[in-house]
């Protein structure tokens, strides 16, 4: 049966975390708030307007529409005068050689993720080309824990949910492969992954042939 391969973007291709929480933390701090490492960790997957709403509702502030969209706006900016200095250098171990063998394997390979900038992202690292399939923010409505983006990920690619195996960074993440029916592997912290149904620190420690047993 066929087999796709979902990938998430922000923390499994490249580690983009850093540059959301220094752009995040400057909103934050216009808020008058400090925003800690460990409220990063909880925006991790979370959309753009999800992850705004968060730090107001810490923060324990309200703002008009009209600044809300403004917030996210410079956010964005900031955000994107990060990600244009991205370059081959910024991608994660072992992501460049493991979509080396799935490509070579004929695999189907999807980018499952909230980001908006995520196509111009994977063009500053030079990775669009090994991409089938690139669902982002642009594309689907219910953000993440919401399994839509990789439902829909799976369905581009033809393959069936329970043959699709979803890489993800995020709690939010890994929830939504569970939800969708597909095999979830988590990449980082085990703390934070704890419903994964594997967790591996990176890419590295992964070996094609594993991967290839977790779907029948
Ligand atoms: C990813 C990141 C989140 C980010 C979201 C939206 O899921 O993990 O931290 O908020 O994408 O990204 P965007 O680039 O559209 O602001
Ligand atoms: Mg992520």
């Known amino acids: 049966m066929k087999k796709g391969f979902i990938f998430d973007l922000d923390g499994v291709i490249v580690d983009t975390a850093h540059f959301h929480y220094n752009s995040w933390r400057k909103t934050a701090e216009q808020l008058g708030f400090e925003l800690t490492i460990q409220h990063n960790e909880k925006l ?8 705004l709403n968060r730090i107001l ?3 324990q502030k309200e703002v008009s529409q009209d600044t809300f969209q403004q917030l996210m706006f410079e956010k964005n900016e900031d ?7 991205m ?5 994660l171990p072992g992501v460049f050689n493991i979509l080396n063998k799935l490509k070579s394997k004929g695999y189907g390979i999807a980018l499952g993720s909230a ?6 992202i994977l063009e500053k690292v030079g990775l669009s080309s090994f991409f089938n399939v690139i669902v982002d923010g642009n594309r ?5 824990p919401d399994p839509e983006v990789f439902i829909v990920a799976a369905q581009q690619l033809g393959v069936i949910n ?6 993800e ?6 929830e939504a492969a569970n939800t969708a029916g597909m095999i979830s592997v988590g990449l980082g912290n085990s703390d934070n992954l704890e419903h994964a149904k594997y967790v591996f620190q990176s890419f590295e420690s992964i070996e094609l042939t594993f991967l290839e047993q977790l779907t029948t």
């Not at 991790?44 to 992850?51: H, Q, T």
């Not at 329970?162 to 890489?167: D, L, W």
């Not at 960074?169 to 890994?174: F, L, W």
């Open 87 to 91: 370059t081959a250098s910024d991608i």
């Open 169 to 174: 960074d995020a709690e939010a993440g890994i």
């Open 79 to 85: 955000y994107l005068r990060q990600v244009v200095q």
């Open 162 to 167: 329970s043959q699709c195996v979803v890489f």
């Open 140 to 144: 689907v409505i219910k953000a993440k």
């Open 115 to 120: 980001s908006k900038n995520a196509p111009l």
């Open 57 to 59: 509702d810490w923060a």
């Open 44 to 51: 991790k997957g979370v959309s753009r307007i999800e992850s």
